[in-house]
Protein backbone atom coordinates (compact mmCIF):
# COMPACT_ATOMS: atom_id res chain seq x y z
CA UNK A 1 0.00 0.00 0.00
CA UNK A 2 2.18 2.92 -1.23
CA UNK A 3 -0.02 5.48 -1.72
CA UNK A 4 -3.36 3.96 -0.53
CA UNK A 5 -3.74 5.02 3.59
CA UNK A 6 -5.74 6.84 6.34
CA UNK A 7 -4.45 10.24 6.69
CA UNK A 8 -2.64 10.32 9.92
CA UNK A 9 -3.60 11.39 12.94
CA UNK A 10 -0.48 13.87 13.38
CA UNK A 11 -1.08 15.53 9.96
CA UNK A 12 -4.35 16.32 11.25
CA UNK A 13 -2.85 17.43 14.22
CA UNK A 14 -0.11 19.40 12.80
CA UNK A 15 -2.79 21.42 10.33
CA UNK A 16 -6.13 21.51 11.86
CA UNK A 17 -6.99 24.66 10.13
CA UNK A 18 -7.46 22.03 7.18
CA UNK A 19 -10.31 20.06 6.39
CA UNK A 20 -9.74 16.27 6.29
CA UNK A 21 -13.12 14.77 7.01
CA UNK A 22 -16.73 15.59 7.18
CA UNK A 23 -18.05 15.64 10.74
CA UNK A 24 -21.36 13.04 9.96
CA UNK A 25 -23.49 10.98 12.39
CA UNK A 26 -24.64 9.16 9.26
CA UNK A 27 -22.90 6.68 6.61
CA UNK A 28 -21.97 9.05 4.32
CA UNK A 29 -18.93 9.26 2.48
CA UNK A 30 -17.32 12.24 0.12
CA UNK A 31 -16.22 11.51 -3.25
CA UNK A 32 -13.50 13.96 -4.76
CA UNK A 33 -11.89 13.70 -8.18
CA UNK A 34 -8.98 15.74 -8.62
CA UNK A 35 -6.99 17.21 -12.18
CA UNK A 36 -10.41 17.35 -14.37
CA UNK A 37 -12.80 18.27 -16.73
CA UNK A 38 -11.02 15.58 -19.32
CA UNK A 39 -13.06 14.96 -22.09
CA UNK A 40 -13.25 11.56 -22.38
CA UNK A 41 -12.80 10.24 -18.29
CA UNK A 42 -14.54 12.74 -17.01
CA UNK A 43 -18.14 12.08 -18.69
CA UNK A 44 -17.49 8.59 -17.84
CA UNK A 45 -17.20 9.28 -14.17
CA UNK A 46 -20.41 11.76 -14.18
CA UNK A 47 -22.05 8.05 -15.96
CA UNK A 48 -21.14 6.15 -13.18
CA UNK A 49 -22.09 8.59 -10.67
CA UNK A 50 -25.74 9.21 -12.05
CA UNK A 51 -25.76 5.34 -12.24
CA UNK A 52 -25.44 4.68 -8.93
CA UNK A 53 -27.52 8.51 -7.37
CA UNK A 54 -24.07 9.54 -6.34
CA UNK A 55 -22.64 13.01 -5.93
CA UNK A 56 -19.68 14.11 -5.98
CA UNK A 57 -16.69 17.02 -5.91
CA UNK A 58 -14.87 18.18 -8.72
CA UNK A 59 -11.13 19.71 -7.82
CA UNK A 60 -10.64 21.76 -11.59
CA UNK A 61 -7.94 22.73 -13.41
CA UNK A 62 -8.40 26.24 -14.36
CA UNK A 63 -7.06 25.48 -17.61
CA UNK A 64 -8.69 22.43 -18.35
CA UNK A 65 -12.42 24.34 -17.43
CA UNK A 66 -11.52 27.35 -20.69
CA UNK A 67 -10.21 23.65 -22.71
CA UNK A 68 -12.98 21.75 -21.88
CA UNK A 69 -16.23 24.14 -20.78
CA UNK A 70 -19.07 22.02 -21.78
CA UNK A 71 -17.92 18.66 -19.52
CA UNK A 72 -17.50 21.28 -17.07
CA UNK A 73 -21.06 22.43 -17.96
CA UNK A 74 -22.30 19.37 -16.97
CA UNK A 75 -20.26 17.95 -13.95
CA UNK A 76 -22.43 21.34 -12.41
CA UNK A 77 -25.82 20.59 -14.51
CA UNK A 78 -25.99 17.13 -12.66
CA UNK A 79 -25.67 18.85 -8.89
CA UNK A 80 -22.24 18.31 -8.68
CA UNK A 81 -19.77 20.49 -6.62
CA UNK A 82 -16.81 22.31 -8.01
CA UNK A 83 -13.45 23.32 -6.21
CA UNK A 84 -10.40 25.06 -7.22
CA UNK A 85 -7.37 23.36 -7.74
CA UNK A 86 -4.99 26.14 -9.05
CA UNK A 87 -4.79 26.94 -12.58
CA UNK A 88 -2.20 24.80 -13.75
CA UNK A 89 -2.01 22.10 -11.37
CA UNK A 90 1.22 23.79 -9.43
CA UNK A 91 3.14 22.37 -6.63
CA UNK A 92 3.01 24.96 -3.75
CA UNK A 93 6.29 23.23 -2.23
CA UNK A 94 7.95 24.50 -5.69
CA UNK A 95 6.30 27.32 -6.34
CA UNK A 96 6.92 31.11 -5.45
CA UNK A 97 4.61 32.28 -3.30
CA UNK A 98 3.17 35.19 -5.77
CA UNK A 99 2.79 33.03 -8.63
CA UNK A 100 0.72 30.44 -6.39
CA UNK A 101 -1.86 32.71 -4.93
CA UNK A 102 -1.61 34.60 -8.81
CA UNK A 103 -2.52 31.25 -10.20
CA UNK A 104 -4.74 30.21 -7.41
CA UNK A 105 -6.71 33.57 -7.81
CA UNK A 106 -6.64 33.01 -11.93
CA UNK A 107 -8.11 29.53 -11.11
CA UNK A 108 -11.06 31.65 -9.53
CA UNK A 109 -11.83 33.96 -11.96
CA UNK A 110 -12.48 30.94 -14.71
CA UNK A 111 -15.14 29.62 -12.18
CA UNK A 112 -16.02 30.63 -8.71
CA UNK A 113 -16.06 27.95 -6.10
CA UNK A 114 -15.18 28.86 -1.99
CA UNK A 115 -13.31 25.14 -2.05
CA UNK A 116 -9.65 24.74 -2.58
CA UNK A 117 -7.54 21.33 -2.86
CA UNK A 118 -3.89 21.87 -3.79
CA UNK A 119 -2.42 19.62 -6.09
CA UNK A 120 -0.37 16.73 -4.49
CA UNK A 121 -1.71 18.59 -1.55
CA UNK A 122 1.52 20.31 -1.14
CA UNK A 123 1.33 24.20 0.35
CA UNK A 124 3.55 25.98 2.60
CA UNK A 125 2.02 27.95 5.57
CA UNK A 126 2.51 30.93 4.27
CA UNK A 127 -0.20 29.73 1.66
CA UNK A 128 -2.36 28.33 3.73
CA UNK A 129 -2.65 31.09 5.78
CA UNK A 130 -3.69 33.60 3.26
CA UNK A 131 -5.73 31.10 0.99
CA UNK A 132 -7.75 30.03 4.03
CA UNK A 133 -8.99 33.97 4.14
CA UNK A 134 -11.25 33.13 0.82
CA UNK A 135 -11.17 29.45 0.95
CA UNK A 136 -12.17 25.90 2.44
CA UNK A 137 -9.20 23.97 2.22
CA UNK A 138 -10.18 20.16 1.57
CA UNK A 139 -7.80 17.85 1.50
CA UNK A 140 -8.30 13.79 2.17
CA UNK A 141 -8.76 10.99 4.55
CA UNK A 142 -8.23 8.21 2.02
CA UNK A 143 -6.27 8.13 -1.29
CA UNK A 144 -7.38 5.71 -3.81
CA UNK A 145 -3.88 5.39 -5.35
CA UNK A 146 -6.05 5.13 -8.63
CA UNK A 147 -2.94 7.11 -10.50
CA UNK A 148 -0.07 4.76 -9.12
CA UNK A 149 0.53 2.24 -11.99
CA UNK A 150 1.85 -0.37 -9.37
CA UNK A 151 -1.17 -0.62 -7.98
CA UNK A 152 -3.59 -3.47 -9.33
CA UNK A 153 -7.75 -1.86 -10.25
CA UNK A 154 -8.23 -5.19 -7.21
CA UNK A 155 -5.90 -3.32 -4.96
CA UNK A 156 -7.31 -0.10 -5.73
CA UNK A 157 -11.18 -1.06 -5.33
CA UNK A 158 -9.97 -3.28 -2.05
CA UNK A 159 -8.09 -1.12 -0.09
CA UNK A 160 -10.63 2.08 -0.70
CA UNK A 161 -13.42 0.09 0.58
CA UNK A 162 -11.67 -1.62 3.23
CA UNK A 163 -10.40 1.57 5.01
CA UNK A 164 -13.11 3.82 4.59
CA UNK A 165 -15.59 5.33 7.25
CA UNK A 166 -18.37 7.55 7.88
CA UNK A 167 -17.35 11.17 6.90
CA UNK A 168 -14.14 10.24 4.93
CA UNK A 169 -12.82 11.84 1.93
CA UNK A 170 -11.65 9.56 -0.35
CA UNK A 171 -9.41 10.95 -3.24
CA UNK A 172 -9.92 10.06 -6.88
CA UNK A 173 -8.60 11.60 -10.12
CA UNK A 174 -10.66 11.78 -13.75
CA UNK A 175 -7.58 12.36 -15.65
CA UNK A 176 -5.35 10.32 -18.36
CA UNK A 177 -3.07 9.24 -15.95
CA UNK A 178 -5.46 7.14 -14.47
CA UNK A 179 -7.49 6.14 -16.67
CA UNK A 180 -6.81 2.25 -16.40
CA UNK A 181 -7.46 1.84 -13.11
CA UNK A 182 -9.90 4.08 -12.53
CA UNK A 183 -11.81 2.35 -14.96
CA UNK A 184 -11.94 -0.81 -13.39
CA UNK A 185 -12.14 0.47 -9.79
CA UNK A 186 -14.76 2.86 -9.67
CA UNK A 187 -17.21 0.84 -10.84
CA UNK A 188 -16.82 -2.25 -8.17
CA UNK A 189 -16.74 0.40 -5.83
CA UNK A 190 -19.89 2.85 -6.40
CA UNK A 191 -21.61 -1.14 -6.56
CA UNK A 192 -20.19 -1.49 -2.97
CA UNK A 193 -21.46 1.23 -1.33
CA UNK A 194 -24.60 1.23 -2.89
CA UNK A 195 -25.56 -2.06 -1.94
CA UNK A 196 -24.25 -1.48 1.56
CA UNK A 197 -26.69 1.48 1.69
CA UNK A 198 -23.60 3.99 1.90
CA UNK A 199 -24.53 7.94 0.78
CA UNK A 200 -22.33 9.00 -2.01
CA UNK A 201 -22.35 13.16 -1.43
CA UNK A 202 -20.32 15.69 -2.13
CA UNK A 203 -19.03 18.45 0.03
CA UNK A 204 -21.01 21.66 0.80
CA UNK A 205 -19.28 24.70 1.85
CA UNK A 206 -22.84 25.21 4.39
CA UNK A 207 -21.51 22.22 6.19
CA UNK A 208 -18.23 22.97 6.70
CA UNK A 209 -18.61 25.46 9.42
CA UNK A 210 -16.88 29.05 9.96
Not at 5 to 28: F, N, Q, V
Not at 67 to 83: D, F, N, T
Amino acid sequence: MKYIYKTRWWMKWWYPSLIWEIKTSSKDVYLTFDDGPDPEVTPWVLDQLKAHNAKATFFCVGENVDKYPEVYKRILAEGHAVGNHTYNHLNGWETPYDKYIVNVKKCGHTFGSLLFRPPHGRMTRKQIRKLRSRYKIIMWSLLSGDFDKSISVTECAYNTVQYTEPGNIIVFHDSQKSKETLYGALPKILNHFSNTQWGMKSIEVQQLGK
